[in-house]
């Protein structure tokens, strides 16, 4: 993909935009199309070619899934705890880098655009404005709302960070995406349970043959046991941080054990796809208050 032109132009000018797109770009990723359920058979979903309504909001929605290749993928020989805590932890962080950190960046080149229809600036924007940086704004915020999914605890917090007339921004951030980190939790927790779950001993065997794979700072470390959300949040900023720092190397391997993964599939094993029928957002509110009560403990 070419990161010269359009809206991504003007997204490298800042630094650690330029970084995380490098970074991406040396280390490997894939794109394809998407329907419905687009989950792939790999450690990530790769960056789904959806055609949205103008060249701003195609450009955040494509980034979104680039940042998705360059942050901490859990390994499927992990718990199933660990599995989905890291995976929501992903999500969260894609979505404050891409629609936080990167509509503030355009917003200070200029760019002139309806920003306040976004459902994640407008919280980013008040969490800046009282002071925090935009980069400590990535992980702060980040960082509470996995607290407030996963403890109950974060949501308060961000709102001691902004200015009270500006309190409503969280609590519209955490009305809105309730419904999407909801369906992503059960979503994931079904993933491994009808994939990856029965077919561990598979997967651990790609894995031990394929070690040198696992040096890539990419794949989350492998642990039977759950890890808890304050271990996960501490793996991605220090991985964070190096990307803001441009001090991760590109091994360009990014995507090999993916591909290494999806051999099960590629096989003729079509279940695979077959077992991800949800349409986006439709799950059972009891499965998902019990999948959250196991992830809690």
Same mark, same amino acid.
């Given at each position: 993909?070419?990161?010269?032109?359009?809206? =991504?132009?003007?997204?490298?000018?800042?630094?650690?935009?330029?970084?995380?797109?490098?970074? *991406?770009?040396?280390?490997?990723?894939? =794109?394809?199309?998407?329907?419905?359920?687009?989950?792939?058979? &790999?450690?990530?979903?790769?960056?789904?070619?959806?055609?949205?309504?103008?060249?701003?909001?195609?450009?955040?929605?494509?980034?979104?899934?680039?940042?998705?290749?360059?942050?901490?993928?859990?390994?499927?020989?992990? &718990?199933? *705890?660990?599995?989905?805590?890291?995976?929501?932890?992903?999500?969260?962080?894609?979505?404050?880098?891409?629609?936080?950190?990167?509509?503030?960046?355009?917003?200070?080149?200029?760019?002139?655009?309806?920003?306040?229809?976004?459902?994640?600036?407008?919280?980013?924007?008040?969490?800046?404005?009282?002071?925090?940086?935009?980069?400590? *704004?990535?992980?702060?915020?980040?960082?509470?709302?996995?607290?407030?999914? =996963?403890?109950?605890?974060?949501?308060?917090? !961000?709102?001691?960070?902004?200015?009270?007339?500006?309190?409503?921004?969280?609590?519209?951030?955490?009305?809105?995406?309730?419904?999407?980190?909801?369906?992503?939790?059960?979503?994931?927790?079904?993933?491994?349970?009808?994939?990856?779950?029965?077919? !561990? *001993?598979?997967?651990?065997?790609?894995?031990?043959?394929?070690?040198?794979?696992?040096?890539?700072?990419?794949?989350?470390?492998?642990?039977?046991?759950?890890?808890?959300?304050?271990?996960?949040?501490?793996?991605?900023?220090?991985?964070?941080?190096?990307?803001?720092?441009?001090?991760?190397?590109?091994?360009?391997?990014?995507?090999?054990?993916?591909?290494?993964? &999806?051999?099960?599939?590629?096989?003729?094993?079509?279940?695979?796809?077959?077992?991800?029928?949800?349409?986006?957002?439709?799950?059972?509110?009891?499965?998902?208050?019990?999948?959250?009560?196991?992830?809690?403990?």
């Amino acid at each position: 993909m070419n990161f010269d032109n359009g809206i =991504f132009q003007i997204l490298k000018v800042d630094t650690t935009i330029r970084h995380m797109l490098e970074y *991406a770009e040396n280390n490997g990723t894939f =794109f394809k199309k998407t329907n419905d359920s687009y989950w792939y058979p &790999s450690l990530n979903a790769g960056i789904p070619i959806t055609n949205k309504p103008d060249p701003i909001h195609q450009a955040i929605y494509v980034l979104h899934d680039i940042v998705h290749c360059v942050l901490p993928d859990p390994l499927p020989s992990t &718990s199933e *705890a660990t599995y989905i805590l890291t995976k929501i932890a992903g999500e969260v962080y894609s979505n404050i880098i891409a629609d936080g950190y990167a509509v503030h960046v355009l917003n200070q080149q200029n760019v002139q655009y309806d920003f306040s229809q976004r459902k994640v600036y407008p919280m980013f924007q008040a969490v800046i404005n009282n002071g925090t940086g935009p980069q400590e *704004a990535i992980l702060l915020l980040s960082k509470y709302i996995l607290e407030e999914m =996963f403890v109950g605890t974060g949501l308060l917090k !961000i709102v001691d960070y902004v200015q009270p007339q500006d309190a409503h921004t969280v609590y519209e951030y955490f009305t809105h995406y309730d419904y999407f980190f909801s369906t992503d939790i059960v979503w994931n927790a079904r993933n491994y349970r009808s994939f990856f779950g029965p077919n !561990i *001993a598979f997967y651990a065997g790609i894995i031990n043959r394929n070690t040198h794979l696992l040096k890539n700072e990419h794949y989350f470390y492998i642990t039977d046991d759950p890890t808890e959300v304050s271990v996960i949040i501490d793996t991605f900023e220090k991985h964070i941080r190096a990307l803001f720092a441009g001090e991760l190397i590109p091994k360009g391997d990014g995507i090999l054990l993916g591909n290494l993964l &999806s051999t099960y599939a590629i096989n003729g094993n079509l279940s695979v796809y077959e077992h991800i029928s949800m349409k986006y957002g439709h799950i059972e509110k009891e499965e998902y208050k019990q999948i959250l009560n196991q992830l809690r403990g």
